[in-house]
Every structure is written in C-alpha cells, then in structure tokens.
C-alpha cells in the first residue's frame, strides 16, 4: 500500500491506544509531528503542515469538524466560522469557493449521491438545526425531531452528525443533547428514535458523537455510533436494534468513517498513564481493520494487544 499524505490537524500531538485486554491499556511517548511519517505497518502517511493555501484574514477557519470529496475530487469542509461555514479546496489545497448558514457550532458534514446529483447534511448543535444542501448551499430540506414529536419540551436537542441509509432513510445523531439518534425517510418523516442517556446500559449512549453506514458486509449494512466517552463504537441494525460493542479503551473516538475493508476515527481527546479522562492534545487518527482490530495510529503510538 502506497504512503499516504495526511493533512496537518488530525493527529498534532498524540497518545498511544489501547492494550485490549479488558481493563488495561499502555500510553506510550508521543511522536513527533515532524517526524517523515506518522501511522504503523502499510498505514503510514506524510504530514503537509503547510497543505491549505487560505489566507485566515479573509478565509478564517475555526474548529474543521469534517472534510468530504465530492465527485469532482473537490475538498468540501465545514468550519464553526459564521464567515464561511463550508469552504471548498483541490487536492493541492488551493481555495475554489465558500460559502455560509450563519451557523456559529458547524459540525457535522456527510455528502451524499442522491440519483446522480449530491447533497450536504449539515448539523449545528448550537442552535439544534440539521439541514439538507446543495453543494452551493441552498437549504432544500430541514428536520427537527422535536416536530417529530420524538422530543418533549424538557429535552436539549443538539445534533453532532447524520448518516444516510441504503434506502434513503436520514439518521441523527444527538451527542451534545439527549444522546438520542433518531431515523427518518427521505423525505424527512420521523420514524423511530432509540438510545437515550445512559452509561451502563449497552443500547443507550455517552455522546453519541457520530454515526455511520457500515457496508463492508454488503449483505448485511449497519449502523455504528460512537459512544466518545464509553471509548467504544456501538453496532445497531438498521432498524435501531443495538448488536455489540466495538470497543476501543483510552480512546475518546469521534464519527466513524468506512473506506474500503477499514474504519478510520479522529480521536480528539486521549488518556494519560495519570488521568483517566478526557484530556486535550493528545489527538490522533485511529484505524481498524475489518475485523475491528487497531492496525494503525497515525499521530499516536503503535496499538499493542495483550491476549
């Protein structure tokens, strides 16, 4: 597998994961960014510090949650700048277009194919809003599960990410709210909400940060959630029936994300051998083969497993 390049913030300082045996996990030294590489075995990928050509004065970038490729092999991301919600590159970094919601907290991004022409699903915690986009920004579709009658009035709703279904259905997850994810047609009408607020119970969530379509068994699609402070991605069937864990200790992962036989996570926030809680700059990306084993870390240290 060729090396890959990795763009500058998705693993600045680091941690290293987890042992897996039940209850252990080793923290090793942190790499250093300016090492050639960073990532293990044929996971290895070169960091360009100096990757977008943006000028912060007139293009401000602030809390880049997510980035997606459309099918013109454009770099769409999404900042929490109200200037510029969404702001467009090339695979050379170079600045194509922007544009804004208004939004203050943009989080969630997921692009999606619908019949040849794709669409953005956007999600604001701050203000509770999930919309539906053109690639130009132009709203087309909004939903808000409390109209859905899936939220009553002492309910917080704040969305951190979608995904979209085989069959068009329209998930979201609430991971700064009531750590709900509530599912939907295509069309936006509310059909189920499961999880809730729990951190023992298996099918409920401690921030459901992010959600996603696992199709590497194509016979047989379903969706992961991640439980960011649970440190494991949770596996429900398509119709919110909770399967298992997948769990991933001393990593507080964020959305999932299937690309080929692997899932990839950005993990924003890691443990020390002192502090077993959420703590910042040690982030990195981490990656799972098809067996949902840790294969590599880039920014972080090496997975060891124990038995």
Not at 62 to 77: A, F, G, P, S
Not at 147 to 169: H, S, V
Not at 239 to 263: K, W
Request: with cysteine; net charge neutral.
């Amino acid at each position: 597998m060729k090396r890959r390049t990795f763009i500058k913030g998705a693993g600045a300082t680091a941690l290293a994961t987890a042992s897996w045996s039940a209850h252990a996990f080793h923290i090793l030294s942190k790499p250093s960014v300016e090492a050639a590489t960073l990532g293990h075995g044929n996971f290895t990928y070169r960091l360009e510090t100096d990757w977008a050509k943006l000028d912060p004065g007139r293009t401000p970038v602030n809390n880049c949650h997510e980035m997606v490729m459309d099918r013109r092999k454009r770099l769409i991301m999404v900042t929490d700048h109200p200037k510029n919600n969404v702001i467009i590159l090339d695979q050379s970094g170079k600045l194509l277009d922007t544009w804004t919601l208004d939004f203050r907290s943009t989080h969630g991004l997921t692009l999606h194919d619908e019949g040849g022409e794709e669409f953005l699903y956007i999600t604001d915690p701050g203000s509770g809003r999930v919309v539906k986009t053109t690639l130009e920004g132009q709203i087309v579709l909004e939903i808000d599960p409390r109209k859905e009658g899936f939220y009553d009035e002492c309910q917080a709703f704040r969305p951190t990410e979608t995904a979209i279904g085989p069959n068009g259905d329209i998930y979201i997850a609430d991971g700064y709210g009531s750590q709900f994810v509530t599912q939907y047609d295509a069309k936006g009408k509310g059909i189920r909400k499961f999880g809730g607020d729990s951190f023992l119970q298996k099918d409920k969530f401690k921030q459901v940060h992010g959600v996603a379509i696992d199709t590497r068994d194509k016979d047989n699609p379903t969706l992961l959630c991640s439980g960011r402070v649970k440190n494991v991605f949770k596996r429900f069937t398509l119709d919110g029936e909770y399967l298992h864990d997948i769990d991933v200790p001393g990593a507080f992962i964020s959305r999932p994300v299937i690309h080929g036989d692997q899932l990839y996570s950005g993990v924003c926030f890691g443990m020390t051998k002192t502090r077993y809680i959420m703590t910042e700059n040690l982030g990195f990306v981490t990656i799972l083969d098809r067996e949902n084993r840790v294969i590599s870390n880039p920014g972080g240290t090496e997975p060891k497993y124990v038995d």
